[in-house]
């Protein structure tokens, strides 16, 4: 039988980039990596506008600003792509 973590915290700490990708890392020190692909405002931004983020949601969530784009941890977890994107 499996224990419950009930300390599980999904609320984002740090956003990263990589080439390919984006790393959320989550307040509970677990990270959710995805393609940019999946993401064409965010593959399409420049470096500053990725840069620039906020935190949303009481924290469960991100927002680009400058692409208004927004994300949440929910949706990174579940691996939800952005709305009309056929990225693989």
Known sequence: ???LN???DERVST???SDKSII???ADGRS????LSWYPKLANATPQQ???WQKSGAGYGIHWPDIDED???KGL???SKAPGCDQP
């Open 24 to 26: 959320v890392e989550l």
């Open 77 to 79: 977890l579940r691996g």
């Open 15 to 17: 956003v990263a980039f």
């Open 50 to 52: 990725r840069g620039n």
């Open 6 to 8: 009930l300390s599980a």
């Open 32 to 35: 959710i990596s995805a393609p």
């Open 1 to 3: 039988m499996g224990i």
């Open 71 to 73: 994300l949440s941890t």
